[in-house]
């Protein structure tokens, strides 16, 4: 099983930091995301990688190399220009065609989760990972008289779901994909409306994407308790 790290964005709400370095080579507990990813596909039976990059592409490349020290084998898909989720999925196409026919995981760059990829696969579709939404406030309860009872700061609302940004892909995928743009606007509406991609949720696992300065900071707090430090990591 193959599995492809996103890696290309330009990570502009985390400048000035990454005027300089690439978004998935930001640290998290002294260790690049992309690290972190690569160490959690391998904890999952995932040693063939393909890396989508773009921007600082050295960076990455320099850093990573050919895998060999972290027990994987990796591969580059170059992108000369930006393309997009979507089209730098598609750019990396003669990499990933090395697969088996039961498909690849792939997963956005700037996400840390301790979830189990495997358990999509499962599903014979393509599918993708859902995590449950955080409120990004705190939440004040009342009681029946309007009375403040309580503050839950940040809580997760446990009936709603939001693409966690790890997938599992049939070769199909590459019918849907656009040359430029993101995966997330264009292929993915379109095979959700022919029935050909299912949602798996993950109601407990450890799952942050690394958006903005204060996301760094809750990472590295949250990442220690989670299964990619106990497991060895």
Known sequence: ???????????????????????????????????????????????????CVGYLKERIIDYI???????????YAVEEEPLGTGGALKNARSLINGAKDEGFF???????????????????????????LKSPYGVIELDKNGLVTGFVEKP???????????????????????????IETSALPIM?????????????SFWRSVDSHKDMDEASKEIQTSQLVSRGN
């Open 106 to 132: 792939m997963v956005n760059g700037d996400i840390l989760t301790d979830l189990d990829p495997n358990i999509l696969k499962h599903t014979k579709n393509s599918a993708l990972a859902l995590v449950p």
């Open 65 to 75: 190399g050919s895998g060999n020290r972290f027990g994987v084998r990796v591969g």
């Open 192 to 204: 959700a409306k022919d029935r050909k991609l299912k949602g798996v949720t993950f109601s407990t």
């Open 1 to 51: 099983m193959k599995g492809v790290i996103l890696a290309g964005g330009l990570g502009k709400r985390l400048r000035p930091i990454t005027d300089e370095r690439p978004k998935p080579m930001i640290e998290v507990c002294d260790r690049p995301i992309i690290e972190w990813q690569i160490r959690w596909f391998k904890n999952h039976d995932v040693d063939e990688i393909v890396i």
């Open 156 to 182: 997760q609302i446990n009936d709603k779901w939001i693409n966690a940004g790890v997938y599992f892909f049939t070769k199909d995928v590459f019918d849907f994909l656009p040359e430029h743009g993101n």
